[in-house]
């Protein structure tokens, strides 16, 4: 067992995801290979469902971004009323 406490192991943690991404090269490759083997895997191995499924994440994406969009606009239009 560890003789460190909980925040310690944290950092120790931070410490090392920090230095990893200090040390890669292309992280756009890194990120893109993980994500593309989430979606494969939840496709058990199809990759034509696994792009059905990458493209269904990207489009939620962009639904919460213009619902976000949308509001952040309507609170500034409110706060322009208001003021």
């Known amino acids: 067992m560890s003789d460190l406490s909980p925040e310690q192991r944290s950092l120790r943690a931070r410490i090392a995801a920090?230095?990893?991404w200090?040390?890669?090269l292309d992280p756009t490759a890194r990120?893109?290979?993980?994500?593309d083997a989430k979606f494969?895997?939840?496709a058990d191995g199809d990759p034509?469902?696994?792009e059905h499924l990458r493209k269904a994440h990207?489009?939620?994406m962009a639904l919460n971004s213009a619902r976000v969009?949308?509001?952040?606009?309507l609170a500034v239009d409110a706060a322009r009323k208001a003021g």
């Open 58 to 60: 990207y489009l939620k």
């Open 22 to 24: 200090a040390n890669t």
């Open 40 to 42: 494969l895997a939840a």
């Open 48 to 50: 034509v469902r696994a």
């Open 18 to 20: 920090e230095t990893s």
């Open 31 to 35: 990120t893109a290979a993980a994500l």
């Open 69 to 73: 969009r949308k509001a952040k606009n």
